[in-house]
C-alpha cells in the first residue's frame, strides 16, 4: 500500500509479537499446540472466565457455540440485522432460523424490547452484539434470557476490554464469542476465541472443534462431526503478545479516539459518542461517525469514493443482513427495522489505529468535512 495512504486499521504488532512467533517457529510445532493453550488460559483469566476455546474464527466460535447448546434444525435465534455479520451467519449454517429485530437508536446494539416482541415457541437463544465496542444492556437481556429459559450468546467481537456496570465484555453471556482478526484491538491475523463457565459446554466445544489424534481410528468420534477449526500456535503466539500489551494497545488507541472527538468540534451540530447508562468503559472497534439526516446512503458511497481520491480508506460501518439477498429467503426486506436502516444508512467508519498521529486525523476530518459539504450541500454531520 502507498505510504501516504491512510488505511483503515494497522494491527498494533511489536517486538514481543515477534518474540513469541519466532519461538513458535523455532519449536519445530506450528499446529495448534502449547502456545495455543496458553492463549485460551491467559484469555480465561484476563476475563475471569473458567474456560477458553481458541478457534479459527468468530463465526466457527459461533457454529461450535450454537451446536453446543444443542441448536439446529426447527430452532430460532433471535440476533441483530446491524452486527458483526459472520457471527449471525452461524445461525443459518447449524440449519436454525435467524430472526433478526431492531437495535437501540442510541447505543446502536440489539434492542432488549424489540428482542422480546421476536420471542415465540421456537426460540432457543439470543445472540446479543456489544457494537463497535459499546455494551448492550446485558441486565435487561440476563433478565429475559432467564425469564424464557433461553440461552445468552454473547458477541464481543468488537468490544475487548469495554466494561458494563465494571464487569468486562465477555463476561455476561452463557457462551461469549470474540473475533480475533483485523480491525480489532486484539489482531491474530485471523482467529477466535469461545468463552463460558460451564464444564459440559467447555468439553463439547472442544470435541466441535476438530478431531484429536487420538480419535484417528475412531468409529464413534464422527457421531457429532466437528469442524477443523483450530487455531495455530503462531496465530496464537501473536495472541499471547497482544493480550500482554492489550492496556498499552488500548491506551494509544484512547488518545486517537481523544484527537477524532477534538478535532470532529469543527463539524457544526456534531455530537460525542453515545455511552449509555451503566457502561463504565468503552473500547471503540472504529471511530464511527454519523451523517445528517439528509444524507442518503448513496451519498455516503459518494464521500467513500471522494476519500478515496484523496488517500484516506473509510468504510460503510454495516450492510443490514436483511437488506441481504441470503436473508430475502426468510421474508426480510428495507423498511422492517426502522433503527437499523436510519443508523446504517448513513454510518461511517474513519481509519482508526494506534499510530495515527494529529496531523492524519486533521486530515481525515478536514477531508471528510469538505466531501460532506460538497455532497450534501453544507448539511452538518450531527
Excluded at 437495535?103 to 424489540?114: A, M, N
Aim: net charge negative; hydrophobic share 45%.
Amino acid at each position: 500500500m502507498d505510504s501516504d495512504w491512510i488505511p483503515l486499521s494497522v494491527a498494533d504488532t511489536a517486538e514481543r509479537e515477534t518474540q513469541l512467533v519466532q519461538h513458535a517457529l523455532l519449536s519445530g510445532h506450528l499446529s495448534s499446540g502449547s502456545m495455543v493453550e496458553a492463549f485460551e488460559s491467559v484469555f480465561a483469566d484476563f476475563h475471569e472466565r473458567k474456560y477458553a476455546v481458541a478457534v479459527s474464527s468468530g463465526m466457527a466460535g459461533a457454529w461450535m457455540a450454537l451446536r453446543a447448546l444443542g441448536i439446529g434444525p426447527g430452532d430460532e435465534v433471535i440476533a441483530s440485522a446491524y452486527s458483526w455479520h459472520h457471527l449471525a451467519h452461524a445461525i443459518v449454517h447449524v440449519g436454525a432460523t435467524p430472526v433478526l429485530a431492531d437495535i437501540d437508536y442510541w447505543s446502536g446494539c440489539l434492542s432488549p424490547t424489540k428482542a422480546a416482541e421476536k420471542i415465540g415457541p421456537k426460540t432457543r437463544a439470543i445472540l446479543v452484539n456489544n457494537c463497535n465496542g459499546h455494551p448492550a444492556a446485558w441486565n435487561e437481556f440476563r433478565a429475559l434470557a432467564d425469564q424464557h429459559g433461553l440461552s445468552l450468546i454473547e458477541d464481543s467481537s468488537e468490544a475487548i476490554a469495554s466494561r458494563y456496570y465494571d464487569d468486562m465484555v465477555g463476561s455476561f453471556g452463557d457462551i461469549s464469542i470474540f473475533d480475533l482478526s483485523q480491525p480489532l484491538a486484539i489482531s491474530c491475523g485471523e482467529g477466535g476465541m469461545v468463552l463460558t463457565d460451564d464444564a459440559r459446554l467447555a468439553s463439547e466445544l472442544r470435541y466441535l472443534r476438530s478431531h484429536s489424534l487420538a480419535d484417528r481410528m475412531s468409529v464413534s468420534v464422527g457421531s457429532r462431526v466437528p469442524l477443523q477449526a483450530c487455531l495455530s500456535d503462531i496465530a496464537a503466539a501473536v495472541g499471547i503478545a497482544q493480550l500482554e500489551r492489550i492496556y498499552e494497545i488500548l491506551a494509544r488507541r484512547k488518545q486517537v479516539e481523544t484527537l477524532y472527538h477534538q478535532i470532529m468540534q469543527t463539524f457544526e451540530g456534531i455530537k460525542p459518542p453515545y455511552i449509555a447508562e451503566g457502561v463504565t468503559e468503552v473500547h471503540w472497534m472504529l471511530y464511527v461517525v454519523h451523517l445528517g439526516k439528509r444524507f442518503t446512503a448513496s451519498a455516503r458511497t459518494q464521500l467513500i469514493e471522494d476519500l478515496d481520491d484523496e488517500a484516506v480508506e473509510v468504510a460503510a460501518y454495516s450492510r443490514p443482513l436483511h437488506q441481504q439477498f441470503h436473508y430475502a429467503s426468510y421474508g426480510y426486506a428495507k423498511g422492517q427495522l426502522s433503527n437499523t436502516e436510519r443508523i446504517a444508512d448513513r454510518s461511517l467508519a474513519l481509519p482508526f489505529h494506534s499510530f495515527l498521529d494529529e496531523d492524519e486525523i486533521r486530515f481525515v476530518v478536514g477531508t471528510l468535512k469538505d466531501a460532506a459539504t460538497n455532497v450534501g450541500a453544507g448539511v452538518p454531520i450531527y
